[in-house]
Every structure is written in C-alpha cells, then in structure tokens.
C-alpha cells in the first residue's frame, strides 16, 4: 500500500481537463509544500511536470498546473491532448532524512 | 544536458549483494543531492535512499534501511548503493535521481534511464 493514494484512473476526452488527487497525511502532504507531480510513459523513465506544489519547470507545457489544499495535492491537466496518456505519480517530502520521499501509487490517464 | 547512467543491475540469488553505480554528467554533481528510487515491475515508484551534496544527510526507506548504503564520490561524479542482503521483494528496475538542491528534501528533477536488478534464484 503506498503512502499517498491516488486514484487508479482517469480518463477524458481531447480538449477537456482532468484533475488527479493524492491524498497524504499531515506528516507529509499537509506538512510541506514539497509536492511534486511526474509523468511516465510506457518505458520511459518519470519526467517532472510540477514541484513545490505548483511550479512548473522549464519546457513544461502550462496545461498541467498543481495544487494543495490541506492533506490533498492536485494536478489539473487542461486541453487534454493524445501525448499526454500516461502515468501519473504524485511524490511529497516526509519530513525526515530517515523517511525521505513518499509516493501515489500512479494514476493511468486514458484521453478517450 | 543532464545525463544519469545507472549500471551494476543483474540477476542475484536472494541473500547475495550488489552494487549498482550512477555515472553523472551535464551538471556540477557536487552542488546537487541524489537519489534512489526504483519500480516493480508493473508496479509505481518508490523512494529508495537520498544523500545530500556532501553526504551529511542521508535516508533510506523502512523497507531497505539496514540493507542498503547509498554512497556517492563527488570527484568522480559518481552515485552508488551497496544492496546487501538482497530479496525477491527487491527486483526493481532501479533509478539514479538528481536533486533540484542540495539536501534531501528537495525534488527529484532528472532521471536515468534505470538498471534492472533481478533477484531470484
């Protein structure tokens, strides 16, 4: 079982938006603003598409956009688009060297 | 360009050890902290080990700690985890993160493309 729960899958339509949820606790999620989003394609290594909640880094597209309200983080894809099916995992810091990083257990989006 | 080239995976018997390497490059290594984490396969990611810049803090996940040491040689630009006492629950395909900053906590931003590590016997 992983330490932040996503849902299994999602699925929209060309041009619609879509929002994954990963929920954590107050240890992590609802602690820092240390979240971060990855992408992965069917054996391709994860691709950063947000940290620190909601920063995107350079060469991301500004449809994926992050959030954070209490235990739960956000990512909104928006204008969904064929590239963007694929995994999504959702990662927070966990307040201590000892207990490091934890991660969603991935979300499949499927674009209809 | 960041490149991450992680090596040493295999085949292992369970109980024996392994050592996987991650050659860096495209960035000043010793300014960054890097990571660990590895996949089952058809399974998501966990978090392995951090170590930061300067090795002064490091972590591992419950599910290694005492098992594995993550090390790293920052004049050769090298990342390292010593897996001992390997088990079936281990096989993973195995990544070399790079850090957004200098200590633990911050983002993984760039990784390799992974070494498969295969623990059976």
């Known amino acids: 079982q992983s330490a932040l729960t996503q849902p299994a899958s999602v699925s929209g339509s060309p041009g619609q938006s879509i929002t994954i949820s990963c929920t954590g606790t107050?240890?992590?999620?609802?602690?820092?603003?240390?979240v971060s989003w990855y992408q992965q394609h069917p054996g391709k290594a994860p691709k950063l598409m947000i940290y620190?909640?909601?920063k995107r880094p350079s060469g991301v597209s500004n449809r994926f956009s992050g959030s954070k309200s209490g235990n739960t983080a956000s990512l909104t894809i928006s204008g969904l688009q064929a590239e963007d099916e694929a995994d999504y995992y959702c990662?927070?810091?966990?307040?201590?060297?000892?207990?490091?990083?934890?991660f969603g257990g991935g979300t499949k989006l499927t674009v209809l | 360009e960041v490149q991450l080239v992680e090596s040493g995976g295999g085949l292992v018997q369970p109980g024996r050890s392994l050592r996987l390497s991650c050659a860096a490059s495209?960035?000043?290594?010793?300014?960054?902290?890097m990571h660990w984490v590895r996949q089952a396969p058809g399974k998501g990611l966990e978090w392995v080990s951090g170590?930061?810049?300067?090795?002064?803090?490091?972590g591992y996940a419950d599910s290694v700690k005492g098992r594995f040491t993550i090390s790293r040689d920052n004049a050769k630009n090298s990342l390292y985890l010593q897996m001992n006492s390997l088990r079936a629950e281990d096989t993973a395909l195995y990544y070399c993160?790079?850090?957004?900053?200098?200590?633990?906590?911050?983002?993984?931003?760039?990784w390799g493309q992974g070494t498969l590590v295969t623990v059976s016997s």
């Open positions: 993160a790079k850090s957004k900053g200098s200590g633990v906590a911050a983002t993984a931003d760039y």
């Open positions: 990662c927070s810091y966990a307040g201590s060297s000892t207990r490091g990083r934890v």
């Open positions: 107050s240890s992590d999620v609802g602690s820092y603003n240390l």
């Open positions: 495209g960035f000043t290594f010793d300014d960054y902290a």
């Open positions: 620190e909640v909601s």
């Open positions: 170590i930061s810049w300067n090795s002064g803090s490091i």
